[in-house]
C-alpha cells in the first residue's frame, strides 16, 4: 500500500533538507519537481547512465552502490530521507557516478536541470543559496571519502608493518630451525662415523648409542612440535576424567628426559583436593612439559622449579610453573605465546635452543580446554606460568570447545 504525501509533506521534507532555502522558494522548487515513487529493489538510477535530474527522497531509504573493476558491486552507504543525490545533472546534464537502489519503498521528488534552471532563471537567490548548499554537501562528501581512504590507508600500514614482521619472523625460524636440526645432525653424523670404522666398542660404543638416541629423540620432539603447530590439532583430543598429578609427572619425567637429567631441583605441591581434571590427558601433558621445559631451560644457574597444583577457586584448577631464571621483560610478556617468537637480546651472554613454539603450543591446549595461561615474570628474576582449568562441577561436564 502506497502512501499519498501531500504538498505539506514535501514542503516539511524539503526545509529540512535545505534548510537555508526560503518558504517561497521552497515552495518554487516543489512547483518545479515531479513526485515519484520507486517500489524497493528498483534501481532509481544507475552508474554511468547520463542524467538530468535530482532527487529528494521524501521518504524510504536507499542503497548507494558502485561497480568495481571486477564487475562487483560494492555496496558504500545507505542514504535515508532528508537527503538528496544525483545533484550534479542541475547543472547540466553528467554521468551518474553510482547506482541508488531502492532498498526500501521511496518517494522521491524528481527536478530535470531544465526545470530547475527555469526558476534558478527567474530566482538567482535561489540559485545562490542551492548552490552553496549543494558544494557544500560535495565538500563534505569529498571529506569523507579522504577520511575513509586514510583510514584505508592506515589499516594497509598496518598489514605492511604484520607482513614485514611476519617475514623477519620466517627468517628467523629457518635459521633457528636450521641450527636446531644441524646440532644434533652433526653429533649423530660423528659418533656414527667413529661406529662405522669400528672405533667405539664396549663403553665408548654405549656412550655413542645413547647420544646417538638422545639426539634422535631431539628432533623427533622437533618435528613432532613442528607438526601440532601445523595442524594445531595435537593427535585426536579425546576428553575424559583425567588425574592431574599423573599428567604432571609425565610432563615432568619427559622434560628431565629430553634434558638428559641435567636439570635443577623441583619441588611438586599438589594440594590434596587435586584428582581429576576433564581434559584431553595427552594434549595436557604436552603444554605442562613445554612449561616445564621451559624452567628448566631459561635457568641456567639451575635454580630450584616450583610447581604448584591447587584450586584457586570452586570453579577452577590452577597449575604453577615457577623458575628462579633469566625472566621475561615486561614488555615482551604479551608476544611470547606468538608462533616462532623468541626473545633473544643483544649481547645475551647465552644462547638457548629452541624454536619458538612450545608457549603456541601450550596456549592452544589451554584455550581447548576452555582455560586460560598466564605469565608473571621479572627480568633476572624468574618467571611463573600458570593454567588455569575449569573444575567439571557436574557428573556432565559441556565438552570442551574443539577449535
Ligand atoms: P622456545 O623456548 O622454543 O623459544 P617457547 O614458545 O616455549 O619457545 O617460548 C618463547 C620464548 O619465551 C622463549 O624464546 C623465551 O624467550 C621466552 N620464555 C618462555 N619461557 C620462559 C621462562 N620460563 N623464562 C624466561 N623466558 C621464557
Redesign the pocket.
Known sequence: MIDILTKHDHQKVLQKTFPDLSIEDIKALIQASKPQFYPQGVDICREGEIGDSMFILVEGEVDVIVHANNHEDIHIDVVGANNYFGEMALLGETTRTATIRACRDCHILQIGHKEFLLIAHSNPQLLRTLLRQIIGHLRTNDQAVIRELNIKNASLKRAYADLAEQEELRTQFIATLSHELRTPLTSIKGYLGLVNQGAMKGKSLKVALDSITRNVNTMVGLTNDLLILYEMHPASAEFTYTNLPDSLIEALNAACENLNNLASAVTLDIAPEITNVFADRQSLTLALR?LIE??F??NPDKKPIHIRAYCPTKEEVAISIK?E????AKEDQSR?FEAF???EREGAQQL?P???????IAKFVVGRHNGRIEVE?KLNHG?M?TIYLPQPTNQHPERPSQN
Open positions: 613445554a621451559n624452567a631451560k631459561y623458575d631464571g633469566i625472566g621475561i611470547i617468537v623468541r626473545i638457548f629452541g624454536l619458538g613454539v612450545g608457549l603456541t615474570s618467571s606460568f
